[in-house]
């Protein structure tokens, strides 16, 4: 149980386009997602909660005009990372939550590489 | 501001000889100490959740333990299966998300 899905695995594109990545959580309902950026060789970065139904919350010094985050289902939340540039490559990697004990456990997606050129 | 500080960053065991992973942390109002194994190019595997000083949790080879100021992964006779990068992280209070240690990369020679 507790397995998240994301899409797509890999993304290249050209700098100035969007790009829209995909979390699911396949066997659970989770009415909060997370969003994580993880450069080579660093640690997971926070950049947003995504709450069900509601405004997702964005870390300090995330742009929430760049990274748009909607969390339309108890299933679903996506991040569009609108006119990406290169400076917006990297492994980005979504995480839902289980309340089913105590405060809850985040179950993480595989993660979506984005390559922007 | 909350820290978490992995020690060491990297580690290359013999298969059977044991060790430990150091989580030194220092957050306002702890909910929640987790323990993650990441494989290279994938998501971080959830391994254990520790939420008081004191308590241990173990499953396999590995057991975690807490303190007020530190967590311990112990391994024990690992395994070549065993190496990937383990990631503490903890809950802030009052928030749900995760703040994560850089890791330790943990190599298992058979």
């Known amino acids: 149980g507790a397995v998240v899905s994301q899409h797509p695995s890999w993304v290249i594109c050209k700098s100035g386009t969007s790009v829209k990545i995909e979390c699911r959580s396949l066997d659970f309902q989770a009415t909060t997602m997370f969003w994580y950026r993880q450069f080579p060789k660093q640690s997971l970065m926070l950049m947003a909660t995504s709450n069900e139904g509601s405004k997702a919350t964005y870390e300090q010094g995330v742009e929430k005009d760049k990274f748009l985050i909607n969390h339309a289902s108890l299933t679903l939340s996506t991040l569009t990372v609108t006119s990406a540039h290169p400076e917006d490559s990297s492994f980005y990697i979504c995480s839902a939550l289980t309340r089913t004990s105590g405060i809850g456990t985040q179950y993480f997606g595989p993660g979506t590489r984005l390559l922007v050129l | ?110």
Do not use: M
């Open chain 2, 1 to 110: 501001e909350d820290q978490v500080t992995q020690s060491p960053e990297a580690l290359r065991l013999q298969e059977g000889e044991s060790s430990s992973l150091n989580c030194s942390y220092t957050v306002s109002g702890l909910r929640g100490l987790f323990w993650y194994r990441q494989d290279p190019g994938k998501g971080p595997e959830f391994l254990f959740t520790l939420y008081s000083a004191g308590e241990e949790k173990e499953k396999e080879r590995l057991k975690a333990t807490l303190t007020k100021k530190e967590s311990f992964l112990h391994i024990t006779a690992p395994k070549p299966e065993d190496s990937a990068t383990y990631l503490c992280a903890v809950r802030r209070g009052g928030a749900d998300g995760l703040t994560f240690g850089k890791g330790t990369h943990l190599i298992i020679q058979p």
